[in-house]
Nanobody, 127 residues
Framework: QVQLVESGGGLVQPGGSLRLSCVAS????????MAWFRQAPGNEREFVAG???????????EYTDSVKGRFTMSRDNSRNAAYLQMNSLQPEDTAVYYC?????????????????WGQGTQVTVSS
């Protein structure tokens, strides 16, 4: 099981930026499929961004439509870390953001099949 710890959330004004970090335990981080999800009050948890690993290759990030052009996901295998740079934040981006992972490729369940989750970090966009 992978342990994940998120950080970097906070309160920001509309149009502002935040950078979330997710540090993972484990010795085989480079083979993890990683993703960011978010959950706003009263809403289901939704996929935000992900980088899948298939045998020998980490794919470029994938994004949900609402964050394309504003959010950028990256990872640093030497630090066992994944990041989510969030620019041009809007009130509708307010949510708890979760990091999720799976050692290896995605299953047939796709991003929702990730098995390990962090505790979440609150992002609030408000003036």
């Amino acid at each position: 099981q992978v342990q994940l710890v998120e950080s970097g959330g906070g309160l920001v004004q509309p149009g502002g930026s935040l950078r979330l970090s997710c540090v993972a335990s484990g010795r085989t981080f480079k083979t993890y499929s990683m993703a960011w999800f978010r959950q706003a009050p009263g809403n289901e948890r939704e996929f935000v961004a992900g980088m899948r690993w298939t045998f020998g290759f980490t794919h470029p990030p994938e994004y949900t439509d609402s964050v394309k052009g504003r959010f950028t996901m990256s990872r640093d295998n030497s630090r066992n870390a994944a990041y989510l740079q969030m620019n041009s934040l809007q009130p509708e981006d307010t949510a708890v953001y979760y990091c999720a992972a799976r050692n290896g490729p995605l299953t047939a369940a796709g991003w929702r099949g990730l098995s390990d989750w962090g505790q979440g970090t609150q992002v609030t966009v408000s003036s």
